[in-house]
């Protein structure tokens, strides 16, 4: 025992100094459920929460998680700030764990590490602080399982700590602290010591460079990244989005009500399929269920449909019209046609169409049915249920040379809009009935 209060007291001697200030601070003695940093970059958001970790980890024998949407990304953030600038220089007391992912400390403290990519770690145990780094990028769904695992109870207070940069206005996360459920703590670049002398009252020469980096910033990037606000972006395509409007509550849906499934096709990319029924009297479309994944065959897409439809009675299958084209050339029947005999006619009443070719006609349905000026919206979703279709629906920008169109490509990267291409099929199959000899080419 003596041993290890030497070893305690030796880290602690080791570690680098560290004085919070501002929302760090406060985040220091804030014991609230749920607690998050916002602020534009380098405000000493990211450090606050590791050394709020560290501290309670080396006060308290406890569980915590540093969370990330992907685990990769934490390599390369929280773990280089949390080994070089919090934990005492090595050699010390407190190691990582390679196989279990976990910093142990010699109070038998862990501190585990992990990606939402693979939630297995964090959801097979109990804790009693999880810090979500950049926690605009999880889904709420995410956040609130998170929050069931905060229960080990070995301190006095259980808590999600979180930080980002700020979003759009109308972000789950943001919609979350305007309610009173999450605590936003507001982080200035005054709070990092490293670009501002408190004793001084001046920017360091460090702070200065940084700033003027982050004054380059144009637009909505600068009102984020150096002011700190949560705007829209330019060229938001659905500026229409707005969670409090679109997402309601999951419930039962009434057998009667008509349903139909759409879905964009990918291999590669992830294929989407998306549930719609609609309430006969309001007329209401409520898009309840999604499959979403890269590298399914169409066979293994065809089957998953039909086991996650359970016994649901669909009306129609409104496909990526593309998927009708045939493949005389590899001997192939048409994707289409693959998911038919796959069973997938038999599981509608009327077949499988090609969903609407036009693509700027399918987003104005899409931008009618979130439109909620005077009305509210034709279209919602069940919370929690289509999280990929929630995801990219606020991220979708428009395509600088074709407004009416959105961006397929942002800097030589595929911009991900799977879930939204099955929406705009989904939804146009409502405006659009389809001509009825496409019902009979699929039977044929
Ligand atoms: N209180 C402090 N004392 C000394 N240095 C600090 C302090 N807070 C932050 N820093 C320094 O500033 C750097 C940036 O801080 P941090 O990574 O926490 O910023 P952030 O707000 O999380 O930034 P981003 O928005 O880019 O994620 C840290 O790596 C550290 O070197
Ligand atoms: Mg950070």
Known sequence: MATLEALKARDKAAR????????????MTCRNREVLLSGPSGTGKSMGCLQKIDLA??????????VRKLRTALTQAAMVTFSEKVLPAPPNAIWFHHEDQEYRYPNGSKVVVAGLDDPRK???????????????????????????????????????????????????????????????LESYHEDNPALY????????????????TLDSLTGYLHKRLRQGQWVAAEGMFFPEWDPEQHLVEPFEIPDDWPRWISVDYGFAVPFCA???????????????????????????QA???????????????????SMFNSRTEQKRPSIAQVYADRGLARLTQQGIFPGQNNRKQGWAIVRRALAHDENPPRVR??????????????????????????????????????????????????ALPPPPQAVRAIFG
């Open 57 to 66: 980890a080396s006060q308290t024998p406890i569980r915590a998680a540093i």
């Open 197 to 212: 002398d408190h004793a001084k009252q001046v920017w360091t020469p460090f702070g200065r460079e940084y700033l003027k």
């Open 16 to 27: 680098p100094p560290y004085q919070p200030y501002g929302a760090a601070l406060k985040l």
């Open 274 to 300: 998306l549930w719609f029924a609609r309430d006969p009297e309001t007329r209401v479309v409520y898009v309840y269920r999604e499959l979403y994944g890269p590298g399914l065959r169409d066979e293994q």
């Open 303 to 321: 089957d998953l449909i039909k086991t996650r439809n359970e016994d649901d009675r669909i009306l129609q299958l409104t496909v990526d019209p």
């Open 122 to 184: 964090v959801l097979s145990t109990d804790f009693d602080l999880i810090y979500v780094q950049e926690a605009t990028e999880v889904e709420e769904q995410d956040w609130q399982i998170l929050l069931t695992r905060l229960r080990n109870n070995a301190l006095s207070y259980q808590q999600l700590l979180a930080d980002c940069n700020p979003s759009y206005p109308n972000h789950w996360l943001k919609v979350r602290c305007d309610n009173g459920l999450t605590t936003m």
């Open 381 to 430: 979703f069940l919370k929690g249920l289509c999280p990929n279709l929630e995801r990219e629906l606020p991220a979708l920008v428009r395509d600088p040379l074709d407004p009416e169109d959105t961006q397929q490509q942002s800097k030589s990267k595929e911009v991900s809009d799977h879930a939204c291409d099955a929406l705009r099929y989904g939804l146009a199959t409502e």
